[in-house]
């Protein structure tokens, strides 16, 4: 949908949209990544979305439910997933040191906020917000079950030894990463992050 769809597209009550969806979604974004889902407040993301309260619930519904879409645009321009990294290299060890150098670059990227929205934006949350909790550790638990799977195709093709633990080197991966988002968001530099990232694949079982 392009810009000047969107600029009329309708609310659910079937009254055109005073802004454009794409630039408020994307300003809605940046602050959900930047303070986190419980501390952004209405307030706030009406006036970073230059919108009206009832602009916000007209067209979102309410606050987690501009949260889902918000997290959806945020899956669908990310145009790299695990399995990409995997399907696109010769051999396995070198898949993951692509894909660990990916994301060592990509939590430090000027255009947005440090870190990565999935692992920071509900480390918080009151029991009222556990669904949104509850959707991103699902999601991050998915993320985690597509690394063993690879491991566990990597030692099926002999490039990893027989006797590797297949969850427990997906859990150390998975772990690695999530605490690289939190040093990124403490300022450590795209390079040191490179360097933890070259670092980790010393955890990578030799064969033979």
């Given at each position: 949908?392009?810009?000047?769809?969107?600029?009329?597209?309708?609310?659910?009550?079937?009254?055109?949209?005073?802004f454009?969806?794409?630039?408020?979604?994307a300003?809605?974004?940046?602050?959900?990544?930047?303070?986190?889902?419980?501390?952004?407040?209405?307030?706030?993301?009406?006036?970073?979305?230059?919108?009206?309260?009832?602009?916000?619930?007209?067209?979102?519904?309410?606050?987690?439910?501009?949260?889902?879409?918000?997290?959806?645009?945020?899956?669908?321009?990310?145009?790299?997933?695990?399995?990409?990294?995997?399907?696109?290299?010769?051999?396995?060890?070198?898949?993951?040191?692509?894909?660990?150098?990916?994301?060592?670059?990509?939590?430090?990227?000027?255009?947005?906020?440090?870190?990565?929205?999935?692992?920071?934006?509900?480390?918080?949350?009151?029991?009222?917000?556990?669904?949104?909790?509850?959707q991103?550790?699902?999601?991050?638990?998915?993320?985690?079950?597509?690394?063993?799977?690879?491991?566990?195709?990597?030692?099926?093709?002999?490039?990893?030894?027989?006797?590797?633990?297949?969850?427990?080197?997906?859990?150390?991966?998975?772990?690695l990463?999530?605490?690289?988002?939190?040093?990124?968001?403490?300022?450590?530099?795209?390079?040191?992050?490179?360097?933890?990232?070259?670092?980790?694949?010393?955890?990578?079982?030799?064969?033979?």
């Amino acid at each position: 949908m392009d810009n000047d769809t969107c600029s009329t597209a309708t609310n659910k009550r079937g009254r055109p949209l005073a802004f454009d969806r794409d630039t408020a979604l994307a300003q809605a974004k940046h602050l959900f990544w930047e303070l986190g889902y419980e501390a952004t407040s209405i307030n706030d993301l009406t006036q970073a979305m230059g919108i009206s309260p009832s602009s916000l619930y007209g067209a979102f519904g309410n606050k987690a439910n501009l949260f889902q879409e918000v997290l959806q645009n945020y899956k669908d321009s990310n145009p790299y997933s695990i399995s990409d990294f995997f399907e696109s290299h010769s051999d396995y060890r070198s898949a993951m040191a692509a894909y660990l150098q990916h994301i060592a670059m990509q939590l430090t990227q000027p255009d947005h906020p440090l870190g990565c929205m999935v692992t920071s934006a509900t480390i918080n949350c009151k029991p009222a917000s556990n669904e949104i909790a509850e959707q991103l550790m699902q999601q991050r638990t998915q993320q985690r079950t597509i690394l063993q799977h690879k491991i566990e195709q990597a030692i099926a093709a002999q490039q990893l030894p027989a006797k590797t633990d297949a969850g427990q080197l997906a859990n150390t991966y998975s772990a690695l990463i999530h605490g690289m988002t939190i040093l990124a968001r403490d300022g450590v530099t795209q390079d040191e992050l490179l360097q933890i990232s070259a670092t980790a694949m010393q955890l990578w079982p030799q064969t033979g």
